[in-house]
């Protein structure tokens, strides 16, 4: 079965850019989404399609995806940011996959 | 506004039964793709289930021939049936709207519910 894969704690200073990554085989072949989920808290979808915000998601989340690897990028990283993020790939045989999860502490 | 809000979660022995419900509100449950996701305590996040708009459905392999859902269009309402329940079911199950295109292959959940927990224990 298709697996994605994340590290499972990024770190940032406030102000700073968290990175976080999803791996799997040909990751780029597909599209990619993120979901935001905060302790006791639904999970949010803040990209979809790769690239794309959802209404009401600040601009300063972005997302890329490209050869095995799609990345979720924070710029200017605030403390409310702190959150678990989960991937979110479909595959044909195994329908909707998501990464381990990421946990992003804000320092 | 759409919403979805579930409820039916509780304790039950193993190899018991529970049915979860998936209320919705602010679009139709008939057309839509309708989704049960599910996490463990501690843990990440698990596709359990889909029922498209067309009536077919489709399980994850951890609970097929176990679990079944369906829908009540005139109540708007998406149903998860559990049986045969195993420990390792014990989990936040949340209702989950899903975005399907085909012709791109996107597909991502845009509407989740707050959950219900369901434990699995003697």
């Known amino acids: 079965s298709y697996e994605v894969t994340q590290a499972s704690s990024v770190s940032v200073s406030a102000g700073q850019t968290a990175s976080i990554t999803c791996s799997g085989h040909r990751l780029g072949d597909k599209n990619v989404c993120w979901y935001q989920q905060k302790p006791g808290q639904s999970p949010v979808l803040v990209i979809y399609?790769?690239?794309k915000r959802p209404s009401g998601i600040p601009e300063r989340f972005s997302g890329s995806n490209s050869g095995n690897t799609a990345t979720l990028t924070i710029s200017g990283t605030q403390p409310l940011d702190e959150a678990d993020y989960y991937c979110?790939?479909?595959?044909?045989?195994?329908?909707?996959?998501f990464g381990t999860g990421t946990k992003v502490t804000v320092l | 506004e759409v919403q979805v809000v579930e409820s039916g979660g509780g304790l039950i022995q193993p190899g018991g039964s529970l049915r979860l419900s998936c209320a919705a509100s602010g679009f139709s449950v008939s057309s839509n793709y309708m989704n049960w996701v599910r996490q463990a305590p501690g843990k990440g996040l698990e596709w359990v289930s889909v029922?498209?708009?067309?009536?077919?459905?489709y399980y994850a392999d951890s609970v097929q021939g176990r679990f079944t859902v369906s829908r009540d269009n005139s109540k708007s309402t998406l149903y998860l049936q559990m049986n045969s329940l195993r420990p390792e079911d014990t989990a936040v199950y949340y209702c989950?709207?899903?975005?399907?295109?085909?012709?791109?292959?996107?597909?991502?959940?845009?509407?989740w519910g707050q959950g219900t927990l369901v434990t699995v224990s003697s």
């Open positions: 979110q790939a479909w595959d044909s045989r195994t329908a909707f996959v």
């Open positions: 989950a709207r899903s975005m399907h295109d085909h012709s791109i292959g996107s597909y991502f959940f845009d509407h």
């Open positions: 029922i498209y708009a067309s009536g077919n459905t």
């Open positions: 399609e790769d690239t």
